[in-house]
């Protein structure tokens, strides 16, 4: 199940911590903050699957391009 979610651009959050530095216990926090709404499970960012936790890897591309030059998500 989870090769199908890699396909569309879901990536097993140990391999978003390897590209981003942000970890997976950053990601799980990030689910229950309200400042992260985007990070919310169901919010398009995040998704729990039985294997643990999958992040939209293009989704986060998008948002870090939409961000000011002097704000950082990570």
């Given at each position: 199940m989870?090769?199908?979610y890699i396909k569309f651009g879901w990536?097993?959050?140990k391999?978003?911590?390897k590209l981003t530095g942000i970890t997976?216990?950053?990601v799980r926090d990030r689910t229950m903050n309200a400042n992260?709404?985007?990070w919310r499970l169901g919010g398009g960012m995040v998704k729990l699957l039985r294997d643990g936790y999958y992040v939209n890897?293009?989704?986060y591309?998008?948002?870090m391009e939409n961000q000011p030059a002097n704000?950082?998500?990570a």
């Open positions: 989870s090769e199908i990536i097993p959050a391999q978003f911590e997976v216990i950053a992260f709404p985007e890897y293009e989704r591309q998008e948002c704000y950082r998500l």
